[in-house]
């Protein structure tokens, strides 16, 4: 009897910590980078949702913007490849040569723009994706939005 019961409960949480965790966790976690966004702070981690004809962004349950798929007139995409120095210093006062090694390795940022413009109101902003998202957010903003995202390290600045 005690075992029964013991795999009825194991059977109920299998089911029941997934699904709570699935449904706290819709959207994409992203890193707010700059732009015409004036009440959220740069480095500020805010959450991306991809809907059916509009994109929202949205911070600690409130929404931040909602941007009409339409409206969207670009979305670009880069990286920011840098070593690891400051790490590479920390682990050399324990171990010379892992820090040596440290030191000749690179990180990846990777970061998507947006920019729109509704009637007169116009803004962009950049945001910091995570490495396993990056991909599948660029999808989804070229799926609802129907444009293709444009690499920025090919686009040429003239000051």
């Known amino acids: 009897m005690k075992g029964?019961?013991?795999?009825?409960?194991?059977g109920i949480l299998c089911v029941i910590v997934p699904v709570t965790?699935?449904?706290s966790e819709s959207g994409y976690g992203v890193v707010y980078d700059g732009g015409s966004l004036s009440n959220v702070k740069t480095g500020s981690k805010i959450r991306l949702f991809l809907e059916?004809?509009?994109?929202?962004?949205?911070?600690?349950g409130q929404d931040l913007i909602s941007i009409s798929a339409a409206s969207i007139t670009e979305?670009?995409?880069g990286q920011d490849v840098h070593r690891r120095v400051g790490a590479a210093i920390g682990v050399a006062v324990v171990s010379l040569g892992i820090?040596?090694?440290l030191a000749l390795s690179k990180s990846k940022k990777h970061?998507?723009?947006l920019t729109w413009a509704e009637g007169d109101k116009k803004g962009g902003f950049a945001m910091q994706c995570d490495k396993n998202d990056y991909r599948g957010i660029l999808a989804g903003l070229e799926g609802v939005t129907g444009k293709k995202a444009v690499d920025s390290s090919a686009m040429t600045v003239k000051n």
Not at 4 to 10: E, G, K, N, P, R
Not at 52 to 60: E, L, N, S, T
């Open 52 to 60: 059916g004809d509009k994109v929202r962004f949205a911070q600690g």
């Open 4 to 10: 029964l019961l013991h795999s009825i409960l194991a």
């Open 75 to 77: 979305i670009s995409y």
């Open 99 to 101: 820090g040596a090694l």
């Open 21 to 23: 965790a699935f449904a």
């Open 111 to 113: 970061y998507v723009g």
